[in-house]
């Protein structure tokens, strides 16, 4: 067993080399799947803030009826509205919202891809 926990210390073993290729492997490829998560949340959480706020202005548009006084209103009712709206924008884009996320999503991993590829043409490669 004490073989074991010395695994990779032997000063005669050349696992330095393979070991960093290893490991940024793994890390490119953790770091893939955590960009494209990003890439996925940023583009839904964009629809869904852009969709509330074309609701709360439709609502503004419209909720109102043409001879209303506005001193009658609530004070609070356009805060109201506005985190409403902002929910029914966060709810209509979980299920599937309009499209915008997916092309937004589509365009973002497209360039993510090319500066990955980019960058791979680019970086040294090590010598033996």
């Known amino acids: 067993m004490a073989g074991i ?9 050349a696992l330095g080399p393979l070991t960093t290729n290893a490991d940024k492997l793994l890390r490119q490829v953790a770091s893939k799947a955590t960009e494209n998560s990003k890439i996925d949340k940023s583009s839904k959480d964009f629809e869904s ?5 074309w609701l709360q202005q439709a609502e503004q548009s419209f909720g109102s009826l043409p001879g209303e006084d506005a ?3 609530d004070t609070g009712k356009e805060q109201f509205q506005g985190i409403a709206m902002q929910s029914l924008g966060a709810s209509l884009t979980s299920s599937g919202g309009i499209g915008i996320a997916k092309m937004i999503a589509k365009s973002l991993h497209k360039a993510e891809d090319a500066r990955v590829d980019l960058a791979a ?7 033996k």
Not at 49 to 53: F, R
Not at 121 to 127: A, D, E, G, L
């Open 49 to 53: 803030i852009l969709l509330g706020s």
């Open 71 to 73: 001193e009658d209103s």
């Open 121 to 127: 043409k680019t970086s040294p490669v090590p010598n």
């Open 5 to 13: 926990s010395s695994f990779g210390s032997n000063p005669g073993v």
